[in-house]
């Protein structure tokens, strides 16, 4: 848990421009009256993987609840981290603030670094001055931009000409009944209802994108486990590959969920649904059935063609049944390539597993 000491709202009042101009002053506008929501917490991270995962999940909820586009590298997400080092048992020490953290991977540098500097500087006897401090990703290193003042510095006051705002309970709980389920109770209600593993749960629930497609996919199959198993499988491999934001992906949930009822009803296997699946992200239109009737991918459910391909095998390799007889599972499993060559990849590996052992007791 962390604990939040406030959440609140700054305008941006623009910024003066020195660089650009000899002599003279720029003044840059066009963030001005833009919202800035600062969040603050107490000091209750250990680590940089405990910062970074904090960071990671108020990123996840902000671009959830749609109130952030959640860019790092335009700015419109950034963080600053206060690290402060001490000897166990002890109370934390100076504190100094690294600024404008625009990446998760600059984050945890930035602060590694810190906390190894300010560590040198305490065994070497100096002592730690609160600062501001910027990081160079290019050299991995922190520097200070200026001394920091506490909280009582900053001198605030009432403005006398804005009136108190007082926001009623009742316009919060309005406000909370509009709102979208948020992911981390999304992700305990997968579990719950699904039977979900915990990690894939969390998975689907990084972005509403992804967990809108799971659950149209599961209502058309009822196969959570396998649609699972896909997205975070198959269809985040070609994402990848593709370099492909969730939003953009070619096959939708109800091509997803109608190839994996094909998988479940035993009309094609594993394999073959990834034929298909390529099909399907390749542009083809015609649909599942289509793809897999034009292909010719429909699993062997004749058991008399069958039974007559697995009486074949076991004929042409009496050394595998000798050895599977003797106890060597492994045996069995050469026999089954056997057999699945044989029927061109058609038959039901389940089925196969099944008759072999049958013929073979």
Same mark, same amino acid.
């Given at each position: 848990?962390?604990?939040?000491?406030?959440?609140?709202?700054?305008?941006?009042?623009?910024?003066?421009?020195?660089?650009?101009?000899?002599?003279?002053?720029?003044?840059?506008?066009?963030?001005?009256?833009?919202?800035?929501?600062?969040?603050?917490?107490?000091?209750?991270?250990?680590?940089?993987?405990?910062?970074?995962?904090?960071?990671?999940?108020?990123?996840?909820?902000?671009?959830?609840?749609?109130?952030?586009?959640?860019?790092?590298?335009?700015?419109?997400?950034?963080?600053?981290?206060?690290?402060?080092?001490?000897?166990?048992?002890?109370?934390?020490?100076?504190?100094?603030?690294?600024?404008?953290?625009?990446?998760?991977?600059?984050?945890?540098?930035?602060?590694?670094?810190?906390?190894?500097?300010?560590?040198?500087?305490?065994?070497?006897?100096?002592?730690?001055?609160?600062?501001?401090?910027?990081?160079?990703p290019d050299t991995g290193e922190t520097r200070a931009m200026r001394t920091k003042?506490?909280?009582?510095?900053?001198?605030?006051?009432p403005d006398p000409d804005l009136p108190p705002l007082c926001i009623s309970e009742?316009?919060?709980?309005?406000?909370?009944?509009?709102?979208?389920?948020?992911?981390?109770?999304?992700?305990?209600?997968?579990?719950?209802?699904? +039977?979900?593993?915990?990690?894939?749960?969390?998975?689907? /629930?990084? *972005?509403?994108?992804? $967990?809108?497609?799971?659950? &149209? !996919?599961?209502?058309?199959?009822?196969?959570?486990?396998?649609?699972?198993?896909?997205?975070?499988?198959?269809?985040?491999?070609?994402?990848?590959?593709?370099?492909?934001?969730?939003?953009?992906?070619?096959?939708?949930?109800?091509?997803? +969920?109608?190839?994996?009822?094909?998988?479940?009803?035993? /009309?094609? *296997?594993?394999?073959? $649904?990834?034929?298909?699946? &390529? !099909?399907?992200?390749?542009?083809?239109?015609?649909?599942?059935?289509?793809?897999?009737?034009?292909?010719?991918?429909?699993?062997?459910?004749?058991?008399?063609?069958?039974?007559?391909?697995?009486?074949?095998?076991?004929?042409?390799?009496?050394?595998?049944?000798?050895?599977?007889?003797?106890?060597?599972?492994?045996?069995?499993?050469?026999?089954?390539?056997?057999?699945?060559?044989?029927?061109?990849?058609?038959?039901?590996?389940?089925?196969?597993?099944?008759?072999?052992?049958?013929?073979?007791?």
């Amino acid at each position: 848990s962390v604990r939040l000491v406030r959440a609140h709202l700054e305008e941006d009042a623009g910024k003066s421009l020195h660089e650009d101009f000899i002599g003279q002053t720029g003044i840059d506008l066009n963030r001005a009256g833009t919202p800035l929501l600062e969040i603050v917490t107490e000091p209750d991270m250990r680590s940089s993987a405990e910062a970074v995962a904090y960071a990671k999940e108020l990123h996840k909820i902000v671009t959830w609840i749609g109130i952030c586009d959640g860019n790092m590298q335009e700015g419109s997400f950034r963080c600053d981290a206060n690290v402060s080092v001490r000897k166990p048992g002890a109370p934390l020490g100076t504190r100094r603030e690294i600024k404008n953290l625009n990446s998760f991977k600059f984050m945890q540098q930035a602060i590694d670094y810190e906390v190894r500097w300010q560590i040198e500087r305490i065994e070497d006897g100096k002592a730690i001055e609160q600062a501001t401090v910027l990081f160079n990703p290019d050299t991995g290193e922190t520097r200070a931009m200026r001394t920091k003042e506490d909280a009582a510095d900053y001198r605030y006051f009432p403005d006398p000409d804005l009136p108190p705002l007082c926001i009623s309970e009742q316009w919060v709980q309005e406000i909370r009944a509009q709102m979208a389920e948020l992911p981390r109770v999304m992700a305990d209600r997968f579990v719950r209802e699904h +039977g979900l593993p915990e990690y894939d749960a969390t998975q689907l /629930t990084q *972005s509403q994108a992804i $967990a809108a497609y799971f659950q &149209d !996919a599961v209502l058309l199959c009822q196969q959570p486990k396998l649609v699972s198993n896909w997205v975070m499988g198959e269809v985040s491999r070609k994402l990848n590959a593709d370099e492909l934001e969730f939003e953009k992906i070619p096959v939708s949930a109800l091509q997803l +969920g109608e190839l994996i009822k094909r998988i479940s009803d035993g /009309t094609i *296997s594993n394999n073959a $649904a990834k034929q298909v699946f &390529d !099909a399907l992200w390749a542009g083809d239109v015609s649909g599942v059935d289509a793809i897999i009737e034009a292909k010719g991918l429909k699993q062997m459910n004749d058991t008399g063609a069958l039974e007559k391909i697995v009486d074949g095998v076991i004929a042409a390799n009496p050394k595998n049944v000798a050895e599977f007889k003797a106890g060597n599972e492994k045996a069995l499993n050469a026999l089954v390539g056997q057999i699945m060559k044989a029927s061109q990849g058609k038959a039901n590996p389940q089925q196969v597993n099944e008759l072999l052992r049958q013929k073979l007791a």
